[in-house]
Antibody, heavy 121, light 107 residues
Framework: QVQLQESGPGLVKPSGTLSLTCAVSGGSISSTNWWSWVRQPPGKGLEWIGEIYHSGSTNYNPSLKSRVTISVDKSKNQFSLRLSSVTAADTAVYYC??????????????WGQGTLVTVSS | DIQMTQSPSTLSASVGDRVTITCRASQSISSWLAWYQQKPGKAPKIMIYKASSLESGVPSRFSGSGSGTEFTLTISSLQPDDFATYYCQQYNSYPWTFGQGTKVEIK
């Protein structure tokens, strides 16, 4: 069973870059899964940010695409999120999640526990 | 983007009640819909996928139905562990989008 664990700074300054990593255990990042980032502002709903396949192929939410980069590090069995030019509106719990890529359309089956990132000076 | 609208936003119910949550998509998503349960401070947990398929380990009191643009999640007999927020999510087309959530609270 795949397990996901987010890590990274809990506080980022406005206009800075948010950087998070998701460590994958119990499976290989080079499997047929797609690896996603999803965020949830305090007290609000869920927003999908983007996803990556081990080949490096990515899909991003157009609402964030200009500021988002998702990358994969096969040697460390992890993937990462970078979100640039952050504002207070980017304050959220950030989750990493996975979905089976063996078929085209699948839901998220595994989630990390989430990490709160606050944007504040 | 496909907009997902859930109703109601909050639902007050008692243990043993039959509960139904509705999710509507702004365009047809066939059966590419999932339901997640989220408890405070925890990650979402998949409950139903492909509109009506029960995820392994999820109690049979949970069921999903619908296709196209209208979907429902039903809990046949609400249990204490079921008080949580439920989200629908479409995975028919990018970007994947979620409903705003339905909080099931104790009456």
């Amino acid at each position: 069973q795949v397990q996901l664990q987010e890590s990274g700074p809990g506080l980022v300054k406005p206009s800075g870059t948010l950087s998070l990593t998701c460590a994958v255990s119990g499976g290989s990042i080079s499997s047929t899964n797609w690896w996603s980032w999803v965020r949830q502002p305090p007290g609000k709903g869920l927003e999908w940010i983007g996803e990556i396949y081990h080949s490096g192929s990515t899909n991003y939410n157009p609402s964030l695409k200009s500021r988002v980069t998702i990358s994969v590090d096969k040697s460390k069995n992890q993937f990462s999120l970078r979100l640039s030019s952050v504002t207070a509106a980017d304050t959220a719990v950030y989750y990493c999640a996975s979905r089976n890529g063996e078929v085209l359309l699948t839901s998220f089956d595994f989630w990390g526990q989430g990490t709160l990132v606050t944007v504040s000076s | 983007d496909i907009q997902m609208t859930q109703s109601p936003s909050t639902l007050s119910a008692s243990v043993g009640d039959r509960v139904t949550i509705t999710c509507r998509a702004s365009q047809s998503i066939s059966s590419w819909l999932a339901w997640y349960q989220q408890k405070p401070g925890k990650a979402p947990k998949i409950m139903i996928y492909k509109a009506s398929s029960l995820e392994s380990g999820v109690p049979s009191r949970f069921s999903g139905s619908g296709s196209g643009t209208e979907f429902t999640l039903t809990i046949s007999s609400l249990q204490p562990d079921d008080f949580a927020t439920y989200y629908c999510q479409q995975y028919n087309s990018y970007p994947w989008t979620f409903g705003q959530g339905t909080k099931v609270e104790i009456k």
